[in-house]
């Protein structure tokens, strides 16, 4: 018996419950979870044929700093938040490193739904295709108006192909500062799946990288805070 499609439901009730039992909404709240209503009913490529739910994204849109990874893998498919698996985990971990977890940030993905391939007996995550990402691409940018982040930071060349610059390369421009209309300050890093392929010394090195690069966000979000501060303070003299 498969018991993954009851599980989404109960989990979707969960979450949709606890969203309308909480007085605390901003408008960037309202606005994303408005968007995220829409989002459910996405029928803008093949994906939808496969996904369990729309990942639509977590955290809080009145943050400063937007997380953009790739795509939901199967735990995400199941309980419908991104980053919950293995790769999310490690992500999490390095971002404890920084003092920032979820209450911080909003994190989301270039594809919202999960890409998959079915071989004999299983079916696997995979990565998304250009026209899957294509397709997805409104979704990210009326994401972004609504958040309207100080900083994005791009897990994986995916995510900063899209973000950044389609001939963005990872090796060569990971921890390099962009701006772009999608936001002042962007920043790319190793996705936490790649951290997790790496071995002994290759390991430590890819893991220092990310939260040395998630260090670099947390930091501009300060340097701007505090030039916006004293800018203000300045014009009130
Ligand atoms: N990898 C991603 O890029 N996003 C997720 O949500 C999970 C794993």
């Known amino acids: 018996m498969n018991y993954a499609p009851f ?3 109960c989990m979707r009730i969960v979450h949709t419950t ?11 709240r309202l606005a994303v979870l408005a968007l995220a209503q829409q989002a459910a009913n996405c029928m803008n490529c093949g994906l939808a044929s496969t996904r369990t739910q729309v990942v639509f994204g977590d955290g809080n849109p009145d943050g400063p700093l937007l997380i953009v990874g790739e795509g939901p893998g199967m735990n995400e498919d199941l309980e419908g938040r991104p980053f919950v ?13 920084q003092t920032i977890d979820r209450r911080h940030i909003y994190i989301t993905n270039v594809v919202r739904c999960r890409p998959t391939i079915r071989e004999e007996k299983s079916v696997r995550n995979r990565p998304p295709s250009s026209e899957e990402m294509a397709a997805c691409l409104p979704w990210l940018q009326q994401t972004i108006a609504i958040i309207q982040p100080v900083v994005i930071l791009c897990l994986g060349a995916p995510s900063a192909k899209t973000i950044i610059k389609p001939d963005f390369r ?3 421009e990971r921890g390099q500062w962009f701006s ?7 920043i790319a890093s ?10 002994g010394d290759a390991y430590d090195k890819a893991r220092a990288q990310l ?12 340097e701007v805070r505090r030039t916006l501060e004293q800018s203000t303070a300045l014009e009130e003299t």
């Open 7 to 9: 599980f989404a439901l």
């Open 190 to 199: 190793w996705h936490p799946s790649y951290v997790m392929r790496m071995h």
């Open 85 to 97: 698996g293995k790769a999310g985990q490690l992500l999490d971990s390095c971002l404890a490193e």
């Open 18 to 28: 606890h969203k309308m039992n909480d007085h605390n909404q901003t408008p960037k």
């Open 180 to 186: 772009n209309s999608y936001a002042p300050n962007i």
């Open 211 to 222: 939260v040395g690069d998630i260090a670099a966000a947390r930091n501009r979000v300060r």
């Open 170 to 172: 990872i090796t060569q």
